[in-house]
Structure formats: C-alpha cells, structure tokens
C-alpha cells in the first residue's frame, strides 16, 4: 500500500512544519476556511515524490560519500518497501528465467557484506519451490514493473 503525505499551502506559503496525512491536511485546510480563508491548497506527494525531492531524479552515485551512498541505498529500500512488491517474481534477466513467475516471499534486505555496496538494493527471497536468492527491484517491486 503506498503511503501518501499532504502539505497544506495559504495564500502560497505551506502552513504545516512537516507533512503530514491525508486526514490531518484537510483537518488544518478546514481550519484555515473557517478563519476566513479561500485560498487553501492541498499537495499530495508519493513516496517517490519524496525520494525525487531529496535525491534528484538520476542522483550521482558515482560521486558520493560512503555515508551519503549508505543513506541513498537505504533510503532506496525505504521506497521499494512502501511502494510494495509484486506477487510473482518477473526477471528481465535470462539467468534467472528459471524462477520467473513464481511466487516469492521476500526474507530481508541485503546486507553490507554479501554484496557490494554498489549493486544496492537488493532482498533476500525464497521461491515457492524453496530456491533462495538475492533479487534486485526490477525483478520484484511494483514500482519498478509500473514504469
């Protein structure tokens, strides 16, 4: 299930210090209405909104720190998770044809230390047929199979 934020704007400046739900921004947007106010607004980010804002839209991996790579990759996770995963695996890859639409339960994320840093994120899965392996977003999550 994707989880959506609302920010609430009067008069073109954002009236709310974080964002917040969906119920809590028509709370305060009400709120401003009754004090008189017409020009209330109502933003709505995704989860890949949010990411976008604060990475960019192709963010230079190659360039960064190991801390702020460590934060990016996390916050990867953080988005793929939120967005969901897909029911049955679908690789674009031909070696790993073998398990395409099979169903999958996903075990973790990956750790620092099975894998580079740089091939981040990836999950953990079991197949329904009890195989094991580590899966990138474009075998697994709904964001990725939605563009």
Do not use: Q
């Not at 793929?80 to 049955?88: L, S």
């Not at 073998?98 to 169903?103: I, L, R, S, Y």
Request: proline share 3%; aromatic share 14%.
């Amino acid at each position: 299930m994707e989880t959506k934020r609302f920010s609430v704007w009067v008069g073109g400046s954002e009236v709310n210090d974080f964002l917040v739900t969906k119920e809590v921004a028509e709370s305060i947007a009400e709120d401003w209405r009754k004090k008189g106010y017409d020009d209330v607004v109502i933003d709505e980010y995704t989860p890949e909104d949010l990411f976008n804002k604060k990475w960019g839209e192709n963010p230079d991996v190659d360039n960064m720190s190991d801390e702020e790579l460590t934060e990016f990759k996390n916050d990867c996770f953080a988005l793929y998770e939120e967005t969901g995963f897909i029911e049955k695996f679908d690789s674009p890859y031909d070696d790993e044809g073998e398990h395409n639409g099979m169903k999958f339960k996903v075990l973790r994320r990956a750790n620092v230390g099975e894998c580079d840093l740089e091939a981040m994120p990836l999950w953990f899965v079991e197949f329904e047929n009890g195989d094991t392996a580590y899966c990138y977003p474009e075998e697994i999550t709904k964001l990725e199979h939605e563009k």
